[in-house]
């Protein structure tokens, strides 16, 4: 493109920009800001809300729950415990419920209400017997709209009784009550309300309790926390403080009450918020209660936006200014682009008149506004560069050339020279002549000559050495073949040597099922089942590596967990364990005195104590699981490995008795939860898996679930090799089926 057609393009393009630009960016701003506005208002009114309601009314009505109040709540509604007096008769509550006893019933409930009601905490409290007979009602003086205790008050429960006592026979009910006026003189009363049964010591229903605060407590104080005027929509009836007051509505707040249940009707929305230009205030409504259908019940939420929207007007004059300063910015730039273009050719023409005086030095050139390498001047002051270069890297290339051809040369002579210290007799003097005599061809004639004798030179040096490496070569694979065939062997037999410590047999109590994988021929886990006449032990190892420094640690471990069994003497699981972490310490320590690694290793314990029907585990950063038929647990372990160097002489393991053991327990190295998805990225197992797994094998044998585990192990990683070795092992108190293990004796990498 050329410069000329570019600086038009640019005026152009920049002037349609800022008209559309200006065109639209007012009404999406004035659009965003109200959209915004309002629902950060919808969310803000209804949390606040939901905390006034639920939390400040939630506080002074659960108390009285007889079942989760407060301690000293409850013994009003026990019919065995006297709260009003010191007597052992029984509760006098229940007892004049049951008698219909009206004025025992005032006088104690009012003993515990009447201070809380006129402290304003409740609005009323009713007291019925198990009939629907009112023996008790007591109201705030103040209270607004109709008065709950007044004869003309219908609660909406009274439409069916029977229904609502039997609704909250065996629980306490919260819910939203109308209070109507019979006599259609008054507005109708919301209250939000806490019901629940008192009962006899032989739990026959005796009466009702009925506590509430008036709703228009909370459309007050909202009102004057927030700065709103409220709301409440109540099936096709809308009601305001002013109507419970019996004044006359604002006019202002008639037309914002209409608009809001036009926008209602026309959307079907019951939660929304937005903003009214024409009447300048943001509409809202929101669900009374969680407890109640917006559509039957909702408060309507009306708070000033006079600032927002005069904010909006300033933002579109503001733009217009923007416009205009733009416009003469763009022509701004339009002059300093044409300017600068063409002082850059001028730079460029210079450039060519210094270099053909012979002056090669850089100089670098200016940048214009808006300046591209691909423009015509970009193009010429890069061909210029371009020119400059070349000929400034001519001598240079040849300098590098004859310091790449040293180099070369020296790397050879110190090959060749350290190859003849390998060589004996003849074969050596030969190939030292013939160092001597290069060196003596590369350091005479021009730098072609020089180049040219290198490339020869080494070619034949290459020939000559890989002749003599190919001789020693033969010569130490033979060497290398027998020494890899003898190690092989050593291997496989270690492996036999370690599958041979491994239990053949199981104890005939116990149903025991077990997977157990090294990942190569030999590996670090192992498991140790010792029968005892009395008791069994169970323990499942994984040690520090893998391979043959794993199965060599695994052997130790196996050979301290019999010499813990032997001696017999320790109380618990803990004990043994701790017992067995002592013994490999000090194998440890008198191997290498200067060891700082963490040879050791982790896993878990059991003891079976037969005459007791007992179980006990210990556990080194392993934990056991129990599948039962309700469902799988977990018992951890502690995090201390056993062996390990930064644990502290005498070390205690926490011994966890397993009260109840039924169902199938299971045990399991980390090889397990490590297992690696197939995937470029790969994801382990983990252990969130096999809890799932265990959940869905709730009841199940350990056959099934050591079955169940391994298909989805092996299905997860598909053809990804194990990382580690593996051990799983599932056992039962139950020998009602087969006991049968699974071994395998060489790992899925070998």
């Not at 019996?246 to 209409?258: C, G, M, Q």
């Not at 300063?325 to 044409?338: E, G, M, P």
């Not at 004996?424 to 020089?450: C, F, H, P, V």
Request: aromatic residues 8%.
């Amino acid at each position: 493109m050329k410069i000329k057609t570019r600086i038009i393009g640019v005026f152009v393009l920049g002037v349609a920009v800022l008209l559309l630009a200006s065109s639209f960016s007012i009404e999406e701003l004035n659009t965003s800001n109200r959209d915004y506005s309002a629902q950060e208002s919808l969310t803000a009114h209804g949390s606040a809300w939901t905390s006034n309601m639920d939390q400040q009314f939630s506080d002074k009505l659960l108390v009285f729950d007889p079942k989760d109040g407060t301690y000293e709540n409850i013994d009003l509604w026990d019919p065995s415990v006297d709260a009003f007096t010191e007597k052992d008769d029984g509760n006098p509550l229940v007892n004049a419920l049951a008698e219909k006893d009206g004025q025992t019933v005032e006088s104690l409930m009012a003993s515990v209400f009447t201070n809380i009601i006129e402290s304003d905490q409740l609005t009323f409290a009713v007291a019925y017997d198990n009939r629907g007979l009112q023996l008790y009602c007591e109201s705030s003086l103040y209270v607004v709209g109709v008065d709950p205790c007044a004869e003309s008050a219908s609660p909406d429960y009274f439409l069916n009784f029977s229904a609502f006592s039997k609704s909250i026979q065996e629980f306490s009910s919260r819910r939203v009550v109308q209070i109507n006026d019979l006599d259609e003189i008054k507005p109708v009363s919301i209250n939000d309300t806490l019901s629940f049964s008192i009962k006899d010591k032989s739990d026959a229903v005796v009466g009702i309790v009925v506590l509430g605060r008036n709703i228009v407590d909370s459309l007050e104080m909202f009102g004057e926390n927030f700065e709103v005027q409220t709301a409440i929509v109540l099936g096709d009836k809308v009601l305001t403080v002013d109507d419970y007051y019996e004044e006359a509505r604002p006019d202002d707040l008639n037309l914002l009450i209409a608009d809001s249940l036009r926008y209602s009707k026309s959307n079907d929305l019951y939660r929304y918020s937005y903003i009214n230009e024409a009447l300048g205030s943001r509409l809202s409504s929101i669900p009374l209660s969680k407890n109640i259908r917006a559509s039957e019940l909702r408060v309507m939420l009306f708070d000033d936006q006079s600032e927002l929207l005069e904010a909006l007007t300033i933002s579109q004059r503001n733009s217009l200014v923007t416009f205009g300063f733009a416009s003469a910015l763009i022509l701004l730039f339009v002059f300093l682009i044409t300017s600068t273009s063409f002082n850059r050719i001028l730079e460029a023409i210079s450039a060519l008149e210094r270099m053909s005086e012979g002056d090669l030095t850089e100089h670098k050139p200016k940048k214009g506004w808006l300046s591209s390498k691909k423009d015509e001047v970009g193009r010429l002051q890069s061909t210029i560069s371009k020119y400059r270069l070349s000929l400034v890297d001519g001598d240079k290339q040849r300098k590098d050339r004859a310091r790449r051809r040293d180099e070369r040369d020296t790397i050879m002579f110190e090959k060749m020279s350290a190859l003849s210290e390998q060589l004996d007799g003849s074969a050596r003097s030969i190939l030292l002549q013939e160092i001597n005599d290069m060196r003596i061809a590369l350091s005479t004639g021009t730098d072609e000559q020089k180049e040219k004798a290198s490339i020869e030179i080494m070619s034949k040096a290459f020939s000559k050495m890989s002749d003599e490496v190919s001789t020693l070569i033969d010569a130490r694979t033979y060497e290398l073949v027998a020494a890899r065939d003898e190690i092989s062997s050593s291997i496989r037999y270690a492996a036999q040597l370690q599958n041979a410590l491994l239990p053949k047999t199981f104890p005939g109590d116990l149903n025991i099922k077990v997977e157990w994988r090294p990942r190569d021929l030999v590996g670090g886990d192992i498991y140790f089942i010792k029968d005892l006449p009395d008791k069994v032990y169970i323990a499942v190892v994984d040690c520090t590596g893998h391979g043959v420094p794993g199965a060599f640690l695994s052997i130790i471990a196996r050979s301290h967990l019999d010499k813990a069994v032997i001696a017999d003497k320790y109380q618990s699981a803990g004990e043994y364990l701790s017992q067995v972490n002592s013994f490999l310490k000090d194998t440890l320590r008198r191997t290498d005195q200067k060891n700082t690694s963490e040879e050791g290793f982790d896993g878990g314990v059991c003891i079976y104590y037969r005459d007791e029907q007992r179980l006990e585990f210990a556990g080194a950063k392993a934990s056991i699981f129990q599948v039962k038929s309700d469902g799988a647990t977990e018992t951890a372990g502690d995090r201390k490995s056993v062996g390990s160097t930064r644990m502290k002489e005498g070390f205690e393991y926490t011994t966890h008795k397993l009260t109840d053991p039924n169902g199938a327990f299971v045990m399991l190295t980390d090889g397990i939860t490590d297992v690696m998805s197939p995937e470029e990225r790969p994801i382990a197992f983990g252990r969130r898996r096999v809890m799932q797994l265990l959940q869905q094998s709730k009841g199940q044998t350990p056959q099934y679930i050591v079955e169940k585990i391994m298909k989805s192990v092996d299905l997860y990683r598909g053809e990804a090799p194990f990382r580690d070795d593996l051990t799983l092992l599932s056992f039962s108190l139950d020998a009602s089926s087969a006991t049968d293990t699974r071994i395998r004796t060489k790992g899925e990498n070998g």
